[in-house]
């Protein structure tokens, strides 16, 4: 049996090692490399060409997404599989129209995930039910949030660093405490900040945040 090659691309040593060692010990499956970064996942792919890329949307250097779109350009016949935190319809659109070739949350069961590896390998695309159910209610739904592209700079010149701050934070995936915890704030205070620059952006939902960070370019790594 030829073993499907696999690539990791995450930013987390001690999740690379767990992937490694559960996806080695599948008859059918090899990992032949991995990387850090996204700028080093894309050498990497180049040279080895693997079947299969399971990357992760959050790395140093260059995000997930401007990783697939090298990927697919430069290597087109690997399948990238994403692999991330966040369960946001609005990345899954991203995705998805960057030529990702399916997308799984990291708290899914190793069965789903080995399940996904090997439905894209066979060149099928891969979504969870619920995420496909998303798909089509953000499709039939005229979102009436999205922000007024001609003042987007404006717009996101007017936070302060604090709510600049919270602002990434809330489109990387972190949930209130997580943020409080890692700002040294009170929740009730990151709430506030939120609400205020939600307001200010004109955004009312966290998928319009998300979808409004990622066209103004606010989760490149800085």
Do not use: W
């Amino acid at each position: 049996m030829k073993s499907i090659r696999i690539f990791l691309a995450d930013d987390h040593t001690v999740l690379r090692a767990g992937l490694k060692a559960l996806l080695n010990a599948e008859a059918d499956m090899q990992v032949v490399g991995e990387a850090e970064d996204g700028d080093a996942c894309v050498r990497q792919v180049i040279g080895l060409r693997p079947d299969v890329v399971l990357m992760d949307i959050n790395m140093p250097r260059c995000n997930g997404l401007e990783a697939l779109e090298k990927v697919r350009k430069l290597a087109p016949d690997c399948r990238v599989l994403i692999l991330t935190m966040h369960d946001d319809p609005e990345y899954l659109r991203q995705v998805l129209a960057a030529g990702g070739a399916g997308y799984v949350l990291k708290q899914a069961a190793s069965d789903e995930l080995l399940s996904a590896i090997r439905a894209v390998h066979g060149g099928g695309v891969y979504l969870h039910p619920r995420h496909t159910q998303l798909l089509l209610q953000q499709q039939i739904t005229t979102p009436q949030e999205a922000p007024d592209k001609n003042s987007h700079d404006q717009r996101f010149q007017s936070l302060s660093e604090r709510e600049s701050q919270i602002f990434r934070l809330v489109a990387l995936g972190h949930r209130n405490g997580e943020i409080a915890e890692m700002l040294h704030l009170s929740v009730k205070t990151v709430e506030t900040y939120k609400s205020r620059l939600m307001e200010k952006l004109g955004l009312r939902t966290r998928s319009a945040l998300v979808r409004y960070a990622l066209e103004i370019g606010a989760l490149a790594e800085k």
